[in-house]
């Protein structure tokens, strides 16, 4: 079974520029969850997103928003790129059974960006 | 506001030895902790999770020792071997009874181990 599957890996922008990241769950999971990781704040949430529906979302500004498809993958937009955007955007997707509490996250490797 | 706080931030520890890490979380709705492993350039993966309602948790080398009424959870690794060099994370969330699927994370601990 593949794993979460995230891209690109790596990618420099520059300020102001928007940046789209995408993110393929694992076969048969629904829900997909973001998160940014930075040396000095760590592992961050972002948002959650469940059947194209965002159930959760993180403290962070509008800039940072995301959704998901039909037929789960899910890509998260950051605009007006600042250069403390520069981190480590991890997807995790995990399967939500109906009605049932959130199972195991799967991450995938990342893709980190680098703001110029 | 930090609601789950993860000591030492690093850790170095000879083989054979034993690994402990500790975490403290605020938010008493919570009810599922988790310890992630990471290595460089991967993704965090799953290493052991426990539930409030029992007191520790084993598997293999890897101990989640649980106490709820201080709020503080502890990942114990025995026989520590250089592959177990990595990141480690505690993590804590509440899994049911609403929409609060967020996991929120420790600052993490950098475990090195030397042969």
């Known amino acids: 079974k593949a794993g979460v599957t995230q891209t690109p890996r790596y990618l420099i922008k520059t300020r102001g520029q928007q940046v789209t990241l995408s993110c393929s769950p694992i076969?048969?999971?629904?829900?997909v969850s973001w998160y940014q990781q930075t040396p000095g704040q760590g592992l961050q949430f972002l948002f959650e997103?469940?059947?194209?529906?965002?159930?959760n979302k993180g403290n962070f500004p509008g800039r940072f928003s995301g959704r998901q498809f039909s037929n789960s993958r899910s890509e998260m937009n950051v605009s007006t790129l600042e250069l403390g955007d520069s981190a480590l955007y991890l997807c995790?997707?995990?399967?939500?059974?109906?009605?049932?509490?959130?199972?195991?996250?799967?991450f995938g490797e990342g893709s980190r960006l680098t703001v110029l | 506001q930090q609601q789950v706080k993860q000591s030492p931030q690093s850790l170095i520890v000879q083989k054979g030895g034993i690994s402990i890490i500790n975490c403290a979380y605020e938010?008493?709705?919570?009810?599922?902790f988790p310890w992630y492993q990471q290595f460089p350039g991967k993704g965090p993966a799953l290493l052991i999770a426990?539930?409030?309602?029992?007191s520790e948790k084993k598997e293999g080398r890897f101990t989640i020792s649980f106490n709820k009424s201080a709020k503080q959870f502890s990942l114990h690794i025995m026989d520590s071997q250089p592959g177990d060099s990595a990141t480690y994370f505690c993590?804590?969330?509440?899994?049911?009874?609403?929409?609060?699927?967020?996991?929120?994370f420790g600052k993490g601990t950098l475990l090195t181990v030397n042969p």
């Open positions: 995790a997707s995990s399967l939500m059974l109906a009605g049932g509490p959130v199972g195991e996250l799967f």
């Open positions: 076969s048969g999971h629904r829900s």
């Open positions: 997103y469940f059947s194209e529906t965002q159930r």
């Open positions: 938010n008493t709705a919570f009810d599922y």
């Open positions: 426990i539930r409030p309602d029992v």
């Open positions: 993590a804590a969330s509440r899994r049911s009874g609403g929409s609060n699927y967020k996991l929120t």
